[in-house]
């Protein structure tokens, strides 16, 4: 089983403006911890997540919708703080743009002292989004990750500016990061927005230097790239209809550690690939994020969905 670590939330959809400002708003369960818990087990994975959850209706209803998707909540936090709002825009390419109400919320106050003991059947953590960078979760985090390193840790940077702009709070958290992670997946919107003059391959290329056994990198719909030591292998996503790009990533992530939830050393795992077995791997994640996209917002696929999909492009 993965422990995720983060963020769970409300996002809210603009459906309709009406006459004198009034607002129409389509609210669905949301972060992208919470995503990707979720997406691990519809695709037939073993996952927990580990986060403040309020007592509040939004944490009541966040709480049912992960005992429905039969995501384990042994490692929930429960507090009487209240739920993270995020306002959500959608592009007419679909891209999504966020406006987030966070500040003394359940999952964003997470300190250290309200870390649970991590049991014996978590395989690995995954950390990722506002949650390592905002305090005090993002200490707490930190502390876990490095308490918690002789574990399999994945990490997804997930940038978001319009929570923390401060790209020198991210790059610290970041490179802290790297030194304990075991695989990293980040997509070429972050690193723009960390390093807008740097490549995006080049950066990845540096980061496979350190301590990562894989560093993946998502191009959108262009590319998928993982970087291991010296290899670069390259898998370019069959082209979807896209609705919007919500939870994209977040089911990429899910994707992959999918993947390794059956290995008993998932980093030995990412180390000893051969390549085809990689290109595999890229093709389901990149697959699994497909079908999130052709779907409003971030409504993630399960394995069946996946399977069919593969069959159909494989005739």
């Known amino acids: 089983m993965f422990l995720i670590c983060g963020e769970a939330l409300y996002d809210f959809f603009l459906s309709e403006e009406g006459a004198s400002g009034t607002l129409e708003f389509d609210a669905r369960p949301g972060g992208s911890p919470f995503n990707v818990s979720i997406g691990m087990q519809r695709l037939g994975g073993a996952a927990a997540l580990l986060t403040g959850l309020s007592n509040d209706m939004l944490g009541a209803r966040l709480g049912a919708v992960l005992q429905a998707e039969r995501v384990n909540r042994d490692y929930l936090v429960h507090t009487g703080r209240r739920t993270t709002l995020s306002l959500v825009g959608v592009d007419d390419t679909g891209g999504p743009s966020y406006a987030f109400y966070g500040a003394g919320s359940a999952d964003c106050s997470l300190a250290e002292a309200d870390l649970p003991v991590i049991g014996d059947d978590v395989r690995g953590l995954h ?70 003059d740097a490549d995006p391959l080049e950066v990845v290329q540096d980061w496979a230097q350190r301590h990562p056994a894989m560093v993946v990198l998502t ?55 051969g390549i085809k077995d990689i290109e595999a791997m890229l093709r389901y994640a990149a697959t699994a994020a497909g079908i999130t996209c052709s779907r409003r917002g971030a409504d993630l696929p399960g394995h069946d969905d996946v399977a069919a999909m593969l069959a159909e492009r494989a005739r």
Do not use: C
């Not at 940077?157 to 980040?186: C, F, S, Y």
């Not at 370019?236 to 790009?245: A, G, K, L, S």
């Not at 939830?261 to 998932?266: C, I, K, S």
């Open 219 to 273: 191009r959108g719909g262009s590319e998928a790239v993982a970087v291991r030591g010296r290899d670069v292998v390259r898998w370019r996503p069959h082209p979807v209809t896209v609705v919007d790009t919500v939870g994209a990533g977040d089911t990429f992530m899910a994707a992959l550690l999918t993947v390794l939830d059956g290995q008993d050393d998932p980093a030995g795992y990412l180390g000893q690939m």
């Open 127 to 196: 950390f990722g989004s506002y949650s390592i960078a905002v305090k005090p979760v993002a200490d707490a985090f930190a502390a876990l990750a490095t308490r918690e390193a002789g574990r399999f840790i994945s990490l997804d940077p997930n940038v978001r500016p319009t929570i923390e702009p401060d790209m020198a709070v991210w790059h610290q958290r970041i490179e802290a990061m790297l030194g304990v992670a075991d695989l990293v997946k980040v997509s070429d919107e972050d690193i723009a927005a960390l390093m807008p």
